[in-house]
């Protein structure tokens, strides 16, 4: 297949109205596209956001398809564009395909990602084994309209719960309603990064035995503690002294709870004196939380750093990552943190109480609550010996649990069932079990 092909569907989209989307389908009998045997499997992944855009989704979405290229699969990412980026680029073996109109915003926006998505499948259609949508939007209404047109299986994979999440959004509007109607009654499988996503799929109608419980993963090797030598070197080259610090990563959003965050930090410098606070993110609250650092006159031990490219460097030269959250699915960041053996302090919502077993991998503390979280910190800066203990026994659970390699291992799986092929040519089960682990 020529690449240019599915690279010049961006200026097509200017004309999708004069052009129906099923143009150049025919619809394809789902078991027709079952893989030869010796083939590698290939997916397409269907991603609204993905880098160079920072965010959770984004780093996941990113590092799984990376490790999946190094397994033999051949991954293609359809995603929207963005000003300024390639319609088409490779990324350490990962096939990006950007699509839509990079100055379109809002439903005009979607309607063109969704639109111009299409085409660029029609050109694919041939290439892939395997649909994956990430998040329940705009990336599954894709997958649904593509699906029995390619007679390609699909694999919807929410990444978010709560009213902010996949399934709420939805819920909330009639229309929202339709789409998640259609998406358990045609999707092939769901994955559940966690289990309050996979009891809100559940709460919808998704069949319970076509959900696979896989969470989101993390590169063990980029998220390594630090050497004794390379601490304070790298410490120096971002700007920090070798006072306590406390680390943030994440949306500057609402869902986020860095304003509960700002408001416990007097209580923590109070007992901690020196303690420096670095938030890693933008977002919409950006000059709101400013602003409240200035109220609070706490402005001169918190660093806005706006988004961080690699966040890495940071969370491995930090005494303790904090997240905030008042919603969470699987906390990418979290995960980074554990994976750093660096202590750790979340509020008990969503994939963190999941991920994170208080007083043994990490602390958790009640949502909404500056003065626990307050302690929680003070606890993990002052008593350095258990928190130390906690930390480790963080890493370890991630290279057990959440390494990239045990993830890409499970999707894997998950795509040679959908399209009937294992490594011994048995069809495997739709279920499994991660728990068990």
């Known amino acids: 297949m020529e690449h240019a092909a599915v690279t010049g569907s961006t200026e097509r989209s200017r004309r999708v109205v004069a052009r129906p989307l099923t143009e150049g389908f025919e619809p394809a009998p789902r078991e027709a ?42 991954v293609h990412v359809v995603t929207r564009i963005q000003p300024g980026l390639s319609p088409f680029e490779r990324m350490t073996g990962v096939r990006v395909h950007r699509v839509g109109l990079a100055a379109a915003r809002g439903s005009a926006g979607s309607a063109a990602f969704i639109a111009d998505a299409l085409r660029a499948l029609s050109w694919l259609r041939n290439e892939v084994d395997v649909l994956h949508a990430h998040q329940l939007l705009s990336p599954a209404t894709i997958g649904l309209l593509a699906a029995p047109l390619t007679g390609l299986p699909l694999v919807v994979n929410p990444h978010a719960c709560g009213s902010i999440g996949d399934v709420g959004v939805l819920s909330a509007t009639r229309v929202g309603r339709l789409r998640l109607r259609a998406a358990v009654k045609r999707a092939d499988a769901f994955v559940a990064v966690s289990q309050a996503i996979r009891d809100e799929l559940v709460a919808v109608g998704a069949p319970p035995e076509s959900i696979w419980n896989i969470t989101n993963g993390v590169d063990t090797d980029r998220f390594s503690p630090a050497l004794a030598g390379e601490r304070r070197m790298v410490r120096r080259a971002l700007g920090f002294d070798d006072g306590p610090l406390v680390v943030f990563a994440g949306r500057l959003a609402p869902e986020k709870g860095v304003d509960v965050l700002l408001d416990a930090w007097p209580r923590l410098v109070a007992r ?110 002052l008593e350095r010996a258990p928190a130390a203990r906690r930390a480790e026994a963080a890493r370890a659970h991630v290279l057990a649990h959440h390494a990239m390699d045990v993830v890409a291992d499970d999707f894997v799986s998950l795509y040679r069932a959908l399209t009937g092929r294992s490594g011994t040519g048995r069809t495997l089960p739709v279920t499994v079990d991660l728990a068990a682990r």
């Open 33 to 74: 596209r079952a893989p030869p045997v010796g083939r590698p499997l290939r997916v397409a992944m269907l991603a609204s956001v993905f880098p160079p855009s920072i965010g959770g989704i984004q780093s996941h979405t990113l590092r799984l398809g990376q490790t999946l290229v190094a397994r033999g699969v051949e």
């Open 272 to 381: 901690v004196p020196g303690a420096r606070l670095c938030l890693m993110g933008s977002g919409g609250e950006e000059a709101r939380l400013r602003e409240q650092a200035h109220a609070l006159r706490i402005g001169g031990s918190v660093m806005f750093t706006g988004g961080v490219d690699d966040v890495a460097p940071y969370v491995r030269v930090a005494d303790v990552a904090v997240l905030p959250s008042r919603s969470e699915g699987m906390p990418v960041a979290l995960l980074e943190a554990m994976s750093c053996a660096l202590p750790v302090v979340a509020t008990r919502v969503g994939g963190s109480a999941e991920v994170l077993d208080d007083g043994v991998t990490g602390r958790l503390v009640p949502a909404e609550s500056p003065e626990a979280l307050a302690a929680g910190m003070g606890e993990a800066l």
